[in-house]
């Protein structure tokens, strides 16, 4: 069959939002060139994209690729489903200007992954069942407001630092939310926060990835950051991630199992890294040129772009 897949990126490989230290002075037009050149299809987007629906888009079309999705920072652990229906309008109608199928749902209420200084440990956690359950119920009326109003899907991206972490989290919150609450599966996020084979938690959501971030992690880098109390802006410093094909995840194993799964949609190649140890050009071409070889085998050579 057919895969109707497409490789994109996240410009955080050039330029991270959270440590302007890391890339922050490499402009936009850097990240897409270079990104087009590679091969990428599109960009997830980042404080350095335009604002304005039609500046993004034109934007965009310079280099000849297109708006994958974009991060929108959800509070919906701690605020009501009102406040996040009106706090979300302009990133929305951006989103569908720009033809994106799905958007990046980042629970930041409580969150810890922007403080260099708090170690993993301190993330936050529902008090108990009920306080699960209020979050799921307007995880689930959110996630149907975007479908009704923009034809948008909610993707859930469980975060270390975040109320939803762990692979048991996952579970937790995809038992209590329905179909309109899809999943982001991000590979490296999934191995931090403990699947040290991460087709097993995605083999127990697969019918929920609505979205997939292709992150690598160096392992050892991550048992340290786990074992001496590092925050995330620490690990991020000192190499916890990296491209695919460059750290110990399987992407041979993820891919297949997504290609006989039937996702369809975006691979987006995401590795928040310091460029000036992990060189961006190099790093972003080898994780397409290593989904590309994956994509193509299984798909016996002949990937057409989706529709």
Request: glycine share 12%.
């Amino acid at each position: 069959m057919t895969w109707n897949i497409r490789i994109g990126i996240n410009p955080i490989s050039w330029s991270n939002d959270d440590l302007p230290e890391l890339g922050g002075d490499t402009p936009l037009e850097t990240a897409l060139s270079e990104g087009a050149e590679i091969g990428y299809e599109g960009f997830e987007l980042g404080n350095k994209f335009p604002s304005e629906p039609e500046a993004l888009k034109a934007k965009l079309a310079e280099y000849g690729v297109a708006c994958v999705s974009g991060w929108y920072s959800g509070r919906l652990a701690e605020e009501s489903l009102e406040a996040e229906i009106a706090n979300c309008r302009a990133h929305m109608a951006k989103l569908r200007f720009n033809g994106c199928k799905v958007v990046v749902y980042g629970e930041v209420a409580g969150s810890i992954q922007g403080r260099i200084d708090t170690p993993l440990a301190k993330r936050p956690r529902f008090a108990d069942s009920a306080a699960w359950e209020g979050y799921a119920q307007r995880l689930d009326a959110f996630g149907a407001h975007l479908k009704a109003t923009y034809g948008i899907t909610l993707a859930y991206h469980h975060h270390m630092g975040a109320y939803v972490e762990s692979p048991e989290d996952i579970d937790r919150l995809m038992a209590l939310t329905g179909p309109d609450v899809g999943l982001l599966f991000d590979t490296g996020h999934a191995w931090f926060g403990g699947a040290t084979d991460v087709t097993v938690p995605l083999a127990r959501h697969l019918h929920r990835v609505v979205h997939v971030h292709c992150k690598d992690v160096r392992g050892q880098v991550v048992r340290s950051a786990r074992n001496d109390g590092w925050s995330f802006l620490t690990g991020v410093m000192n190499g916890t991630f990296t491209v695919p094909g460059d750290g110990v995840i399987d992407f041979d194993a993820v891919l297949t199992m997504l290609y006989q799964g039937g996702y369809e949609g975006w691979l987006v190649v995401e590795a928040e890294q310091d460029p000036a140890v992990a060189p961006s050009y190099a790093y972003a071409k080898k994780g397409y040129d290593t989904l590309r070889a994956i994509v193509d085998r299984l798909d016996g050579g002949s990937a057409r772009k989706a529709a």
